[in-house]
């Protein structure tokens, strides 16, 4: 299986809160409806905690400013996605999810990357 990972910065004119409601919430749903049409098999948010202990790990690694969410969809193949990307409705329903992304994702600050899973225990 082929994993997408998008690690999420949210917009500027949104708290933590409104930005990972608006992902669960709305965003969420539209990716529901489109899974068949991109062939998506598997879709998962992890939504950061707005938490003091984050702020400690951060500091004793030097870590950067974490991520608002990291979201991550799996396709059977990169040519199975490349595939149902590419057909005329494929290319609507991301379209249609860009669009909406853009409401709520600075993506000038939220990488994305293909990946393959390399499982170590569990």
Not at 49 to 74: H, K
Request: hydrophobic share 40%; proline share 4%; glycine share 4%.
């Amino acid at each position: 299986m082929i994993k997408l990972t998008f690690c999420l910065h949210r917009a500027p004119d949104l708290s933590r809160e409104d930005f990972q409601a608006y992902w669960f919430d709305k965003h969420a749903p539209l990716v529901a409806k489109h899974r068949e049409t991109l062939r998506i098999r598997r879709y998962v948010q992890l939504h950061s905690l707005t938490a003091d202990l984050n702020d400690v790990i951060r500091a004793r690694r030097d870590s950067p400013e974490m991520y608002d969410g990291v979201a991550q969809l799996w396709w059977d193949s990169l040519e199975d996605m490349m595939t149902a990307a590419s057909s005329p409705e494929g290319q609507a329903a991301g379209r249609e999810l860009l669009d909406d992304e853009r409401k709520f994702i600075d993506h000038s600050r939220s990488p994305l990357f293909f990946g393959e899973d390399k499982t170590i225990f569990g």
